[in-house]
């Protein structure tokens, strides 16, 4: 971002000059007469627009960046269910083209509200808008020169934990000694708090992929993966365990039995998060903490699943859920539940901080996904900019930058780019 737009400081400026102006402008002269005319004169905010909507898309993410009349601009992104969406994206620029973007409440309302079915959406769409929502949030920060989470309401801490997916999933058949070196590496990186996949698909063990029961050979291979986690890092590391809703409910309550000793931090999603009686069946029936909702949308997602006291811990991913605003009504939500907040976040750097502003916003955050592959993947490094340090000893420092703080960085992404979609055009 351009000092030039800098608003506060055009305004003080500005004040400056016409203070010149009445009395000090014989002293100083033709000089001081020049350099106030060639000052950078911008529109009031009520007179700011969208001009435009691009987008670009690496690997599971999507980076949307509105553009306005007054050469200031604001950048989101979205996950998971963002594949295919270029024209969808083009369509919501379309909707928003030529409104003011400093109300990202009203357009976020007017985008869920104007399209299909007239405001019955989730999935892609409502992933889609959340880059598009996300965006006007960087956007309006910029132009108030304020942080994203000063918006929101606020801040209730400056750091916000992270705990590191190991990212152990990528292995073939890893064995509870992997499960160990995997934490240790981890924990020796500076992470207090780790998480390790069990489902795996491609078990041996397994007798039919399609059956969600799992057989006693599985059972005993999940346990001893974590077990062998736990030796090796102590009691005072935190362990969050995700089964990815691959299992059948008596599945899920077997293995949150058998972890009890363990101490988990959480259980994530043993079952899918598509019915509630049966999330309550296992919650109500153990000690190991039960967390779901990466794959549920909006606060209506959540309305039940708190209502019945189904689950112990919530987990949006704000970059699919409906936005930051969106994100903020969720936790709040819980709040009144008296549970705790701890999102999902497999984004780029931009999405993570984008994500920090939230939590950093409401009482009730508990900790937020980092992957390890963001330490160890160059690109991660490259299609951002951020000229701060990403983690440190287990937590994100939250940025006072206008807006989210972070920017895309276009030149870096374009090696990186979906092959076949335009690029930012």
Not at 72 to 94: F, K, N, P, S
Not at 154 to 171: E, M, N, P, Q, S
Not at 270 to 297: H, R, S, W
Request: charged residues 20%; hydrophobic residues 40%; negative net charge.
């Amino acid at each position: 971002m351009k000092k030039k737009l800098d608003r506060r400081s055009f305004l003080g400026k500005s004040a400056l000059a016409g203070m010149a102006g009445t009395a000090w402008l014989s002293s100083y002269g033709s000089g001081l007469a020049k350099a106030v005319d060639n000052a950078p004169k911008y529109s009031n905010p009520s007179d700011l627009e969208i001009t435009d909507v691009k987008c670009g898309y690496v690997r599971g993410s999507l980076f949307v960046k509105i553009y306005t009349n007054q050469d200031v601009w604001g950048c989101g992104e979205a996950v998971d269910a963002i594949h295919g969406t270029y024209h969808l994206v083009q369509r919501m620029g379309r909707m928003i083209k030529g409104q003011n973007p400093l109300n990202p409440h009203r357009i976020a309302e007017f985008l869920r509200k104007s399209a299909f079915f007239g405001g019955a959406q989730s999935g892609m769409y409502v992933a889609v808008m959340t880059a598009v929502e996300t965006a006007l949030w960087d956007l309006t920060g910029k132009v108030y020169g304020v942080p994203v989470y000063q918006m929101l309401g606020g801040k209730f801490r400056d750091k916000i934990r992270v705990y590191c997916d190991t990212a152990l999933y990528t292995a073939r058949n890893p064995t509870p000694e992997d499960y160990a070196e995997a934490a240790k590496d981890t924990v020796a990186r500076g992470y207090n708090a780790v998480k390790f996949d069990v489902d795996d698909g491609r078990d041996p063990n397994k007798y039919d992929r399609f059956n969600w029961t799992a057989n006693p050979m599985e059972i005993d291979r999940m346990y001893q993966a974590i077990a062998a986690v736990r030796e090796a890092v102590g009691p005072n590391i935190d362990i969050c365990v995700d089964m990815h809703g691959r299992y059948d409910a008596p599945t899920g309550l077997r293995m949150a039995k058998k972890y009890e000793d363990l101490n988990l931090m959480w259980l994530e999603e043993p079952i899918p998060a598509d019915n509630v009686d049966a999330y309550k069946f296992i919650t109500q029936q153990t000690t190991t903490p039960i967390c779901t909702g990466e794959n549920l949308y909006l606060a209506h997602g959540f309305t039940r699943l708190l209502n019945d006291g189904a689950v112990d811990i919530i987990m949006p991913d704000l970059q699919k859920a409906g936005g930051l605003g969106e994100g903020q009504r969720i936790a709040n939500l819980s709040n009144l539940y008296y549970v705790p907040f701890a999102p999902h976040m497999v984004a780029s750097f931009l999405g993570a901080m984008a994500s920090c502003h939230v939590c950093a916003s409401v009482p009730n955050f508990m900790i937020m996904e980092w992957q390890i592959y963001m330490d160890k993947d160059p690109m991660w490094q490259e299609i951002v900019t951020y000229d701060g340090p990403r983690t440190e000893n287990s937590f994100i420092t939250l940025s006072e930058k206008p807006g989210i703080g972070v920017e895309i960085n276009e030149e870096g992404m374009k090696k990186y780019a979906v092959e076949g979609v335009p690029f930012f055009e």
